[in-house]
């Protein structure tokens, strides 16, 4: 069956044979080598890491058993719960659809560098206030996604609130003490940047 | 480990990956946004020996204009796309579609070339592609190709994609003259379409001149419905119309039924979609024409 919008190539043969001769529809550069590790420098929280790893060790098992950073949690593996939510230069990202092998090079915030229990980060003092989490395994992935929105529209209505946040399940609280605890976020954020 | 083992390259040009895919292609597959890719390899759904992963190559990450198309490199990410002028002015029905692409996360590392590559039967970025009559480019090891939407889209997850080829651009036609709608109806905000429709029309006065619809999530790829568009042609778009438009897409669209959706719920929802962006593409229309007799 001849395909519409593709010429039929009848000398792919010849095509070839005369690729060494410098044909140039023949690509001439080295394709690069393939491989089953790597040699990685991942600079996370502002500190490089370097470390060998299999090419198909996702980044968030690369952050949790390598670097033991458990703060980022593994929900679905499929790119669905959020969970794993982490930022990628300062834009939030599913960290397991990603290899650790890509963020070569990379800057990556974990929760981790949001705030220590001592001095909670205004965002997750909001959600200690407004019971924002109850087992709090979609939190991590909670903050690091709002961080992000609030970066972005810092003074988010409860709609563009609720579609930012769309991507992370929460199986406890019925996010409306999530909303709450974003919008009080959103406000403190402003005040601090007015002082 | 989550995938089965592979092998793994990141090249650094479109070049490189060409090599690459002329000397693994069969075995490979590509990875872009990741987003589609990633969760099948983690669930071994797909089991590639080779990853080719094309997220260093700079070169294909750019919107422009050109000729009265906007082109956009295959990597460009959705989320650039979504806040570009150049889509917001000239493209607004891709703008418009872009929101409703999977989630911001998603959005973050998904790219344009990835989603229409991937041809999901419910994805929004191939029904925007058929209803403006976009192309897209690919690139072998011999040659490149332009392909418009009508013959890339071949079935479920399906295109006219050879093992070594890459797409590198997709090129769509400036909407300038026309009004535009995006529709959709999800379960839960950024879910795959249940039905989606994108719809692009031409008005002169209050006559649509031309109408294009195309549906995802009614078939193994975009569904354009070629009596309803010419029932349109010259005509007002009164109720009375959209109604008979409504009843000629509800005849035409044969969905399947499966766990999400029955095909006579899809049915329905086409009909009444089609309705709605139509009436909002029309009046977007007019209000253009309006600006421009005014500027002009």
């Known amino acids: 069956m001849k395909r519409r919008g593709r010429m039929v190539n009848r000398s792919a043969i010849g095509r070839k044979a005369t690729a060494h001769r410098g044909n140039p529809g023949y690509p001439s550069l080295a394709a690069p080598a393939l491989v089953t590790t790597k040699e990685i420098t991942v600079r996370v929280n502002g500190v490089a890491h370097t470390a060998a790893v299999d090419v198909r060790m996702t980044l968030v098992d690369f952050l949790r058993e390598h670097l033991r950073l458990t703060g980022t949690h593994v929900g679905c593996e499929h790119g669905v719960c959020g969970a794993c939510t982490i930022q990628l230069g300062d834009l939030p990202v599913r960290s397991c659809l990603l290899f650790a092998v890509q963020a070569d090079e990379a800057e990556i915030t974990t929760v981790e560098a949001l705030g220590t229990p001592d001095r909670l980060h205004p965002l997750q003092d909001a959600f200690r206030a407004h019971h924002g989490l109850q087992c709090g395994f979609c939190t991590p992935g909670f903050l690091m996604t709002a961080v992000a929105v609030l970066r972005e529209n810092p003074r988010p209505t409860v709609q563009e609130i609720r579609e930012a946040l769309a991507g992370n399940l929460c199986r406890c609280t019925g996010y409306q003490g999530i909303v709450e605890a974003v919008l009080d976020a959103a406000e403190r954020l402003m005040a601090d940047r007015r002082k | ?296």
């Open chain 2, 1 to 296: 480990m989550k995938p089965a083992p592979f092998q793994y390259a990141a090249p650094e040009s479109v070049d490189e990956a060409v090599a690459l895919l002329h000397d693994y292609g069969p075995e490979a597959k590509l990875l872009a946004g990741g987003q589609s890719l990633v969760p099948l390899l983690n669930m071994r759904l797909a089991r590639p020996s080779v990853i080719i992963d094309l997220n260093r190559i700079r070169e294909l990450d750019y919107i422009r204009e050109d000729e009265g198309e906007i082109a956009i490199g295959a990597m460009t990410r959705q989320r650039t796309a979504e806040r570009s002028p150049v889509i917001s002015r000239h493209l607004p029905l891709m703008a418009e579609a872009l929101p409703m692409v999977g989630h911001m996360q998603i959005r973050t590392r998904g790219t344009i070339g990835g989603s229409i590559a991937h041809a999901d039967p419910a994805a929004e970025l191939p029904a925007v592609l058929a209803a403006l009559e976009g192309t897209v480019v690919i690139q072998g090891a011999r040659r490149t190709r332009r392909v418009t939407a009508q013959e890339f889209f071949r079935s479920y997850l399906t295109t006219a994609l050879e093992p070594d080829d890459l797409l590198v651009e997709v090129r769509v036609p400036a909407q300038d003259g026309d009004g535009t709608a995006f529709l959709e109806v999800a379960r839960r905000h950024g879910d795959y379409a249940l039905v989606g429709v994108a719809v692009a029309v031409r008005m002169n006065q209050d006559r649509c001149t031309r109408a294009r619809l195309a549906f995802t999530g009614v078939g193994p790829i975009p569904v354009r419905v070629p009596e309803a568009e010419a029932a349109l042609a010259d005509r007002e778009l009164t109720d009375s119309v959209l109604n008979d438009i409504a009843t000629i897409v509800r005849s035409r669209i044969t969905p399947e039924s499966d766990i999400h959706a029955s095909a006579e719920y899809r049915q329905e929802v086409s009909g009444i979609l089609a309705q709605r962006a139509l009436r909002t593409a029309g009046s977007r229309a007019r209000r253009q024409t309006g600006r421009q007799d005014r500027i002009g």
